[in-house]
């Protein structure tokens, strides 16, 4: 299925920054709750005699994350003393970095910096409503969001042709309203499938979870319809039963709404991005 993607300067994810890596391994000494009795005006260190508070620290991360809703308050224990002690080294050897200011190589970086965050902000401030998810949902169901096909079948495995040929006969004597009983009888007698006990059932699968000439052969029937002719695979001859057969299937909307509004915000964004740069007039010199 085809992926919504956002673009990397605008997605916002609390694990951007380095100490809340997702992959670190959960074990007993990792307490995930929040620090106990910490408050904006809470002092958590002290540099050069100026004391250090967890606004401070805040403004911080949520400037190195470009996430404003990241706050000492809200993070994992564990966490807090590494996101503390990273400004408090800032502001430990600022003093002796800060002549840097004045080089323009700086001056350049802080307005890139500026222009990531004032367009984090905007992002953020965009609304995108109820009627708007709803209405990119329907209209690109076929495009972004239809998943595989889903059977539902019980099959019966043997060892030899003969065998499979056997049951197909037997099948095609029985009645229409009786082969899912009969089926699931001949599956527990012949069967050396692990599926036998259960007279052949499979449930629902995605056909590419089969093998190749399994789910090709199973995709060709009719839902009641069997094979007539046995199926080989590597795991010996198949005979298939064909009950159910879903081929509009899509993620639900509930699971890709949060997708569905990041993109149709960063298209708002970029409407406004590009109105910017037409009254900018932007003009280039160089061969494109």
């Given at each position: 299925?085809?992926?919504?993607?956002?673009?990397?300067?605008?997605?916002?994810?609390?694990?951007?920054?380095?100490?809340?890596?997702?992959?670190?391994?959960?074990?007993?000494?990792?307490?995930?709750?929040?620090?106990?009795?910490?408050?904006?005006?809470?002092?958590?260190?002290?540099?050069?005699?100026?004391?250090?508070?967890?606004?401070?620290?805040?403004?911080?991360?949520?400037?190195?994350?470009?996430?404003?809703?990241?706050?000492?308050?809200?993070?994992?224990?564990?966490?807090?003393?590494?996101?503390?002690k990273k400004y408090v080294d800032t502001l430990t050897f600022y003093p002796k970095a800060k002549n840097i200011i004045k080089t323009p190589q700086y001056q350049e970086?802080?307005?890139?910096?500026?222009?990531?965050?004032?367009?984090?902000?905007?992002?953020?401030?965009?609304?995108?409503?109820?009627?708007?998810?709803?209405?990119?949902?329907?209209?690109?169901?076929?495009?972004?969001?239809?998943?595989?096909?889903?059977?539902?079948?019980?099959?019966?495995?043997?060892?030899?042709?003969?065998?499979?040929?056997?049951?197909?006969?037997?099948?095609?004597?029985?009645?229409?309203?009786?082969?899912?009983?009969?089926?699931a009888t001949l599956a527990k007698q012949y069967s050396i499938g692990p599926s036998k006990i259960d007279g052949g059932e499979l449930g629902y699968f995605d056909p590419?979870?089969?093998?190749?000439?399994?789910?090709?052969?199973?995709?060709?029937?009719?839902?009641?319809?069997?094979?007539?002719?046995?199926?080989?695979?590597?795991?010996?001859?198949?005979?298939?039963?064909?009950?159910?057969?879903?081929?509009?299937?899509?993620?639900?909307?509930?699971?890709?709404?949060?997708?569905?509004?990041?993109?149709?915000?960063?298209?708002?964004?970029?409407?406004?991005?590009?109105?910017?740069?037409?009254?900018?007039?932007?003009?280039?010199?160089?061969?494109?």
């Amino acid at each position: 299925m085809k992926k919504i993607l956002v673009s990397s300067a605008i997605a916002l994810s609390a694990f951007a920054f380095s100490g809340m890596h997702g992959n670190m391994p959960m074990t007993k000494a990792h307490n995930m709750a929040p620090m106990k009795g910490l408050t904006n005006t809470t002092v958590v260190a002290e540099v050069y005699g100026k004391k250090v508070t967890v606004k401070e620290v805040n403004d911080y991360i949520q400037g190195m994350t470009k996430d404003f809703r990241i706050r000492l308050q809200d993070l994992p224990a564990q966490h807090v003393n590494d996101f503390v002690k990273k400004y408090v080294d800032t502001l430990t050897f600022y003093p002796k970095a800060k002549n840097i200011i004045k080089t323009p190589q700086y001056q350049e970086l802080i307005k890139k910096i500026a222009v990531d965050l004032w367009m984090t902000k905007q992002f953020r401030k965009l609304k995108v409503t109820d009627k708007e998810e709803k209405a990119f949902y329907e209209k690109n169901k076929n495009l972004y969001f239809k998943t595989a096909p889903k059977l539902k079948a019980r099959h019966i495995v043997v060892k030899d042709e003969k065998t499979a040929q056997k049951i197909i006969s037997i099948l095609e004597k029985t009645p229409k309203s009786q082969i899912e009983k009969e089926f699931a009888t001949l599956a527990k007698q012949y069967s050396i499938g692990p599926s036998k006990i259960d007279g052949g059932e499979l449930g629902y699968f995605d056909p590419k979870s089969m093998v190749k000439e399994f789910s090709d052969a199973a995709m060709k029937l009719h839902k009641g319809d069997f094979t007539k002719e046995p199926v080989k695979t590597r795991f010996g001859y198949h005979v298939i039963l064909l009950e159910d057969k879903k081929t509009d299937v899509y993620t639900p909307f509930t699971k890709v709404r949060q997708s569905i509004i990041a993109y149709l915000k960063e298209a708002k964004l970029n409407k406004e991005l590009d109105n910017i740069s037409k009254e900018a007039k932007v003009k280039y010199f160089i061969n494109k």
